[in-house]
């Protein structure tokens, strides 16, 4: 069974920095696009940054400049690296790995989430 772990959240003061991980087991890590979203209540889940297993990248408008997406598949990782972060940024993270093998055959699969608190 596919599991990826996400950690590193918590409780950060505006202006600081956080750096989450999102490890993968039983994946064929290499082969996915790997992608950080959040969750706040009441709003749908955003795209906040991908990876593509072509190590190509894009992000969210508002984070471009203060996060960045790297991944290393020796160790089935993929890391958001959150800097100047803001209150706005409160929300869980929550890892996803996906797979387009055929325009009707897609493969997501999902963490947990991760808390991530800025408040001072």
């Known amino acids: 069974q596919v599991q990826l772990v996400e950690s590193g959240g918590g409780l950060v003061q505006p202006g600081g920095s956080l750096r989450l991980s999102c490890a993968g087991s039983?994946?064929?890590?290499?082969?996915?696009?790997m992608s950080w979203y959040r969750q706040t209540p009441g709003k749908q889940r955003e795209l906040v940054a991908r990876i593509t297993r072509d190590f190509s990248t894009n992000y969210a408008d508002s984070v471009k400049g203060r996060f960045t997406i790297s991944r290393d598949n020796a160790k089935n990782t993929v890391y958001l690296q959150m800097n100047s972060l803001e209150p706005e940024d409160t929300a869980v993270y929550v890892c996803n790995a996906h797979l387009t093998v055929t325009s009707t055959n897609i493969v997501d699969y999902w963490g947990q989430g991760t808390q991530v608190t800025v408040s001072s």
């Open positions: 039983r994946i064929t890590f290499h082969y996915y696009d």
